[in-house]
């Protein structure tokens, strides 16, 4: 089993930023990718951005490329994401994802509200 806890959600005004984090505990060994989805009401959920745990490379959604960064501390097993110059439309519920197995999602967090007001 692994344990997920996200953080850093919240209110912000259009244009503002906030930094999403995700600590994965339990039985972490052979991380492949953590990521990040979001969920807006009405809507299916949406794949964010994601990074391979080994070498580290990443990648983004279209909506988000150039605003929004994912990093990691590997010894902590821990994922961010950064959101800079947020829009309104980024206003949703952020999940965060691991998975060991190509293909699948094995893992997610509880979800963390991220409201844009303008």
């Known amino acids: 089993q692994v344990q997920l806890t996200e953080s850093g959600g919240g209110l912000v005004q259009v244009g503002g930023s906030l930094r999403l984090s995700c600590a994965a505990s339990g039985r972490t060994f052979g991380t492949l990718v953590m990521g990040w989805f979001r969920q807006s009401p009405g809507k299916e959920r949406e794949f964010v951005a994601a990074?391979?745990?080994?070498?580290?490379?990443?990648e983004y959604a279209d909506s988000v490329k150039g605003r929004f960064t994912i990093s990691r501390a590997s010894a902590q097993n821990t994922v961010y994401l950064q959101m800079n110059s947020l829009k309104s439309e980024d206003t949703a519920v952020y999940y965060c994802m691991w998975t060991a197995t190509k293909g699948r999602y094995d893992y997610w967090g509880q979800g963390t509200q991220v409201t844009v007001s303008s």
């Open positions: 990074m391979r745990w080994a070498g580290g490379s990443t």
